[in-house]
């Protein structure tokens, strides 16, 4: 599947937010396909328009799952949609200040220079291991019929938002390599959103520094490598992951297949 046709199946039509998409059409292991309109990830929400929240709103959400930290929260709060349940459990609890910190006083403060790949990749192997957020979201996918369809989001959907994504594209069968196809799809989402982040650098900083930004900032496969290796390095494989951190013995898997699948 080509990220075109991947980006112009699954991204939503809203106008008041970027990168809100549906995680169904991905074809699992076994042959069957992620069902549309249960499961959707995306950035933050503050700026949906009326006309969004109304088309949001015949989507029936059970749950808004919110990654980021009370900084994030407050400056940019969640709207009400629907009956949806908002809740919140921030999956960098420390991080006070990449989030929020706007791209001009990134570049100004010299603060973009923390951004390496080595950064980026320790805290991909962090997130997933022992993380009270991704026990809460996948609590919640342990009873779909519950409490789907559930839609999950961080400030740009792609970092917190992407191990979230995986950790449940995972569990439904679908296999790694479409799994990190999806993950750096927010590389194109995101693309206008990136680019306004590498114009107001440019203003403040040279050309070869903004290049060697780029290329740490835009999602690498290396960065989502980071966080499988991790898992499989601290549990010996996935499936053992699953049961150890959330409880999902293979019994459990198979039943959130069955309801997530067709």
């Known amino acids: 599947m080509t990220d075109e046709t991947m980006e112009l199946q699954c991204l939503l039509p809203l106008k008041g937010v970027v990168n809100f998409r549906d995680m169904g059409g991905l074809l699992t292991i076994d042959g069957r396909r992620v069902k549309k309109g249960i499961l959707f990830r995306a950035a933050e929400l503050t700026g949906l328009t009326?006309?969004?929240?109304?088309?949001?709103?015949?989507?029936?959400?059970?749950y808004i799952f919110d990654y980021r930290n009370t900084f994030?929260?407050?400056?940019?709060?969640d709207p009400l949609i629907g009956q949806a349940k908002n809740e919140?459990?921030?999956?960098?609890?420390?991080?006070?200040?990449?989030?929020?910190v706007s791209s001009e006083e990134m570049v100004k403060s010299a603060y973009y220079k923390t951004f390496t790949k080595e950064m980026f990749i320790s805290l991909y192997e962090k997130m997933p291991i022992q993380n009270p957020s991704y026990q809460r979201l996948m609590t919640l996918l342990k009873r779909p019929e519950e409490n789907l369809p559930l839609v999950h989001h961080?400030?740009?959907g792609r970092d917190r938002t992407g191990i979230g994504a995986m950790l449940i594209l995972i569990t439904l069968g679908v296999p790694y390599e479409m799994v990190l196809e999806d993950f750096l799809l927010s590389n194109?989402?995101?693309?206008?959103?990136?680019?306004?982040?590498?114009?107001?650098?440019a203003q403040y900083i040279s050309e070869e520094e903004v290049a060697q930004f780029r290329e740490v900032l835009l999602l690498n496969e290396n960065y989502l490598h980071a966080a499988m290796d991790s898992i499989v390095r601290t549990y010996g494989s996935f499936e053992k992951y699953l049961a150890e951190e959330f409880g999902i013995t293979e019994e459990i898997r198979e039943r959130i297949k069955d309801y997530c699948l067709e």
Do not use: M, S, W
Not at 50 to 62: A, H, M, V
Not at 188 to 201: G, N, P
């Open 50 to 62: 009326e006309e969004d929240k109304c088309y949001l709103e015949t989507l029936n959400l059970n």
């Open 188 to 201: 194109r989402t995101l693309a206008d959103f990136h680019k306004q982040i590498f114009d107001e650098a």
């Open 88 to 100: 919140r459990i921030p999956v960098n609890i420390d991080d006070n200040t990449a989030a929020h």
């Open 72 to 77: 994030e929260a407050d400056l940019k709060p």
């Open 154 to 156: 961080c400030a740009g």
